[in-house]
């Protein structure tokens, strides 16, 4: 009889000591989610003393308490009932959209990412076509201005009187006046 509570003992233990694992892990998650329920309450305390913030810079005396009539209208349960279905629908829909931008933003991101792809190669290109112009317009300076040398060394050669001495004679070519 001991050996059996022995035998069963051990394997209590085993078991329970097999299960502290998947125990540890259940209990961080409780812990998270616990801190994220602290977090909600403390936003949500936040939220209801800015609107108390808020609802204090209107004047009060506005606020006075409508003179009930005996001829009105009684309570209906139903009108509530109404109201709350009707927020329990916008909440379904507001959740449908949520859901569906959920799903967008990785289609949008990736459409930003062309976009921003697109975008540098026509920067890379516009950047080689300018740098191409700009090459280009040296280029064609640079020509303009040998051909203008040229042109101007044949045209002052031919036409023009020389200023200079012969060295043979040491007298000015230049002719005389």
């Keep these: ?38 977090d909600l309450t403390k936003s949500s305390d936040q939220l209801v003393r800015s609107l108390d913030t808020f609802m204090g810079r209107f004047d009060t005396g506005t606020n006075t308490p409508a003179v009930t009539t005996t001829n009105a209208r009684p309570f209906e349960i139903l009108d509530y009932a109404a109201v709350a279905k009707e927020v329990t629908t916008t909440i379904k829909e507001l959740n449908v959209t949520m859901n569906s931008v959920d799903k967008a933003v990785p289609k949008l991101q990736q459409a930003g990412q062309d976009f921003e792809s697109a975008g540098n190669r026509l920067l890379g290109r516009l950047f080689l076509l300018g740098a191409g112009l700009i090459a280009f317009l040296l280029a064609g300076t640079f020509l303009a201005a040998l051909a203008y040398r040229r042109l101007a060394g044949k045209s002052s050669s031919s036409g023009s009187v020389s200023l200079t001495r012969d060295p043979d004679t040491q007298k000015s070519t230049a002719p005389r006046i």
């Design 1 to 38: 009889m001991f050996d059996g509570l022995a035998v069963e003992r051990t394997n209590l233990l085993a078991n329970l000591a097999a299960e502290e694992n998947n125990l540890k892990g259940t209990l961080v998650e409780l812990r998270q989610t616990l801190n994220a329920g602290t």
